[in-house]
């Protein structure tokens, strides 16, 4: 017995002191890591972001990231407060576990960083001028429907009822799924996978000014119902 398990721990030893690794023994790579310990950007993005914002930021349901329009009005505090405490009025979530989600102040900053290294385009921005992501005057709902017109009826249709080339956007659903910070970032940004033009593209010749993207959305704002798709309100 002796002859044959001296020179099997010898081997032993020998593989040990020479850094070998057991056969079958897991490597660090072979470890899952926890959803807290994940830092790669496509992995964060995708399993909290791509179900709404579409694969590499293009869109889906809600507004795609990889714009530049957007990610020339937006800055980082508010795509990080975005992230971090959602978008109320709208169905934006808060991903941060300090608000009840799932990622860390760490895997939020990665968000941040990468959508705006990986998709913002400055140069296609050269010249642009938008209007600001947040509203500066008041807006007037009285001036909105001239500025619709000019802007807006060809795809989405006189009074905001649709036509084939664009929905309803005074459907009481949709209004009550949108906040009045969604509407104005769609107006300016657009959503080029559903072919809507960005705030230079709206009118043959014509960029929408600042106020009358406020006009509109105060406009649309105005035809919001406070209870949608109920006939009576709620008293309890």
Known sequence: MKTWFLP????????????????????????????????????????????????????????????PVYLTIASDETIRHAITSGIRGSLMPAFAKSAGGTLTDEQIEILVHEIRARWAKPDEMLGANPPPYVAVEPGNAERGPDAYATFCAGCHGAGGKGTAKGSSIVDGSFLALVSDQNLRTTIIAGRPNLGHPDWRHDAPGREMKPQEVTDVVTWLSAQRKVTPGQPYSQTN
Not at 23 to 38: F, H, Y
């Open 8 to 67: 099997l721990l010898m081997g032993l030893t020998l593989a040990l002191s020479g850094g070998c690794r057991l056969r079958g023994r897991p490597t660090s790579a072979d470890i899952e890591l926890k959803p807290a310990e994940v830092r790669d950007f496509v992995a964060i993005y995708n399993l909290n972001c791509a179900g709404c914002h579409g694969t590499d930021g293009k869109g889906n349901a809600a507004l795609g990231l990889a714009n």
